[in-house]
């Protein structure tokens, strides 16, 4: 496996289950995002880590939970979620979390996520 | 206002032409400048970074900053049917801690 990979593809869920997200990166890299696309609208970023420290959460609803075990894995745990929370699901790994190379991010194919 | 504004397009241009895609910021501690290009149905790939005043070039893409007037472009030179996907703009600085923040981006369609 090379860059960053995402599984699953795609994800259909009712409203009352749990399911999580998972990502990998084989980059060496020490900072992963998580960001939501919607139609029309710009990237919103949810979480980012650092050397598997969180250092950002941009006031994501609770439903939606991360979790990074190691500097190559990246989670993140749905539960009870609505449909407005249907998008795509990015996962991206950058050098490092800030300076120049915190903009040069190397995402992952995606989640479409549907939530019924 | 917009943090990162893009228009949305769609931009349309015919084969072999000079495609423009334009970019405004509002943070003018702004650091860094990046573009993306994201083919519909896939995920976001960065194709040019730039961060001092100026054109830079890559083949046939040049992005051009402008810091006095918050301003970034790209340039697509000889535009190929396979160029047409949305582009992204990006901008990273120090505002409030450190932030990478995406536009929109710009639909392009490249008429065969």
């Known amino acids: 496996e090379t860059g960053v990979t995402q599984t699953p593809r795609h994800l259909v869920m009712g409203m009352t289950n749990k399911k999580s997200l998972k990502c990998e990166q084989h980059l060496g890299h020490n900072a992963m995002y998580w960001y939501k696309q919607s139609a029309k609208k710009p990237l919103e970023l949810m979480f980012v880590?650092?050397?598997?420290?969180?250092?950002e959460n941009n006031s994501v609803p609770s439903r939606f939970s991360p979790e990074c075990p190691n500097s190559s894995h990246l989670f993140l745990h749905l539960h009870t979620l609505q449909p407005e929370d249907s998008a795509l699901y990015l996962c991206a790994s950058s050098q490092d979390r800030a300076g120049i190379s915190g903009g040069e991010q190397f995402f992952g194919p995606g989640t479409r996520l549907t939530v019924l | 206002q917009k943090e990162v504004e893009q228009n949305s397009g769609p931009l349309s241009v015919p084969e072999g032409a000079i495609a423009s895609l334009n970019c405004t910021y509002s943070d003018r501690g702004s650091q860094s400048f990046f573009w993306y290009r994201q083919y519909s149905g896939k995920s976001p790939e960065l194709i040019m970074s730039i961060y001092s005043n100026g054109d830079k070039e890559d083949g046939r893409f040049t992005a051009q900053l402008n810091k006095a007037s918050q301003y970034v472009s790209l340039l697509i030179r000889d535009s190929q049917p396979s160029d047409s996907a949305t582009y992204l703009c990006a901008v990273t600085g120090w505002g409030g801690g450190f932030k990478t923040i995406f536009g929109a981006g710009t639909r392009l369609f490249v008429k065969a």
């Open positions: 880590y650092s050397l598997e420290e969180r250092v």
